[in-house]
């Protein structure tokens, strides 16, 4: 497994853009599938994006696609949530999750570990 620790949450005005660091202490992280979820108050957590192990293959939800760009760099041990365009709906707290099962997964409960999350607050 791999410890992860999410970073680069704050409060930015519709339009405005910011980018979440999700980092992991573990020596096996290139061999991780990582996945961004987010969760609102009062909803489900829901997908957001999900990058395969080398980086090649990236998968989005609908509603962030164009807007949100995954990438990651293992020689950091880190992935990154670009998110431009922000508007108040994409206000929650955001984690990065790893798995080492699949290429890459929508799925939550196919991630094994997770970080503590990062909160994100676009402001209308």
């Known amino acids: 497994q791999v410890q992860l620790a999410e970073s680069g949450g704050g409060l930015v005005p519709a339009g405005g853009s910011l980018r979440l660091s999700c980092r992991s202490s573990?020596?096996?992280?290139?061999?991780?599938?990582v996945g961004w979820f987010r969760q609102a108050p009062g909803n489900e957590r829901e997908f957001v994006a999900a990058?395969?192990?080398?980086?090649?293959?990236?998968y989005y939800a609908d509603s962030v696609k164009g807007r949100f760009t995954i990438s990651r760099d293992n020689a950091k041990s880190t992935v990154y949530l670009q998110m431009n365009g922000l508007k108040p709906e994409d206000t929650a707290v955001y984690y990065c999750?790893?798995?080492?099962?699949?290429?890459?997964?929508?799925?939550?409960?196919?991630?094994?570990?997770w970080g503590q999350g990062t909160r994100v607050t676009v402001s209308s």
């Open positions: 990058i395969s192990r080398s980086g090649i293959v990236t």
């Open positions: 999750a790893a798995q080492a099962r699949y290429l890459y997964s929508s799925q939550a409960n196919q991630y094994n570990c």
């Open positions: 573990g020596r096996t992280f290139s061999s991780h599938g």
